[in-house]
């Protein structure tokens, strides 16, 4: 089945960019997508890239995908503190039901 | 729209004991999934259902059973409870397979 990989911690200071990295094993995924989670909270889904796709931008959010390498990236612009939180990547392959990793805190210092 | 809802939010069970999470959705979703969340683990599917009716095993069914009766309700039950059962239980919903997931607010379970 699909494995998800991604790095469990990230930190960085107010107003760099963040970049959390992801790769994925199923080469036939069509659906990526960056999901965040708050303190106490469910999950919410901050944005997603269809696999036809190399780059998506949505405000301070950036994508990126390189389908041979099997990397997805997502970038924060100018990180305030209110990013703080995890943030899950996660690809949907042949099974059509999403993997999700393991997930990424990042700590966004003042 | 509540979107979807969990209920309990916390729960403390001994050993042996059962119980049953409700998820309800009022957003018409065909779609349904248990995960529990575990720390450094992310989050692992237990159960998911494509439709009234029907319900698939997922990564770590084992322990866990599921039903849907209705397509609003997805519930999960614990028929003897084990420390390793502890977690925080998350539902979610989808309109299709491959869609963005809906998440509930989460149930913190113990089990001592």
């Known amino acids: 089945g699909e494995d998800v990989e991604q790095s469990l911690f990230l930190s960085v200071r107010e107003g760099d960019s963040s970049v959390i990295n992801c790769t994925y094993t199923?080469?036939?995924?069509?659906?990526l997508y960056w999901y965040k989670q708050e303190p106490g909270a469910g999950l919410q889904l901050l944005t997603y890239i269809f696999s036809n796709m190399d780059m998506k931008q949505d405000q301070r959010l950036t994508v990126l995908l390189n389908k041979k390498d099997k990397h997805l990236s997502l970038r924060i612009a100018d990180t305030q503190t209110g990013d703080s939180a995890i943030y899950f990547c996660?690809?949907?392959?042949?099974?059509?039901?999403?993997?999700f990793g393991r997930g990424t805190s990042l700590i966004v210092h003042p | 729209n509540a979107g979807v809802t969990q209920t309990p939010k916390f729960r403390v069970l001994k050993t042996g004991q059962s119980m049953t999470l409700l998820c309800a959705q009022d957003?018409?979703?065909?779609?349904m999934y248990w995960y529990r969340q575990d720390p450094g683990m992310g989050l692992r599917l237990i159960h998911y259902s494509v439709g009234e009716g029907t319900t698939a095993k997922g990564e770590v069914p084992d322990g866990y059973n599921v039903s849907r009766l209705k397509k609003q309700n997805f519930l999960l039950g614990l028929e003897s409870a084990a420390p390793s059962q502890t977690s925080v239980y998350f539902c979610?919903?989808?309109?299709?397979?491959?869609?963005?997931?809906?998440f509930g607010p989460g149930t913190r379970l113990t089990v001592t």
């Open positions: 957003m018409n979703h065909e779609y």
């Open positions: 979610a919903s989808s309109y299709e397979t491959g869609d963005e997931q809906y």
């Open positions: 199923d080469s036939s995924s069509t659906y």
């Open positions: 996660a690809a949907c392959g042949g099974s059509y039901i999403p993997t």
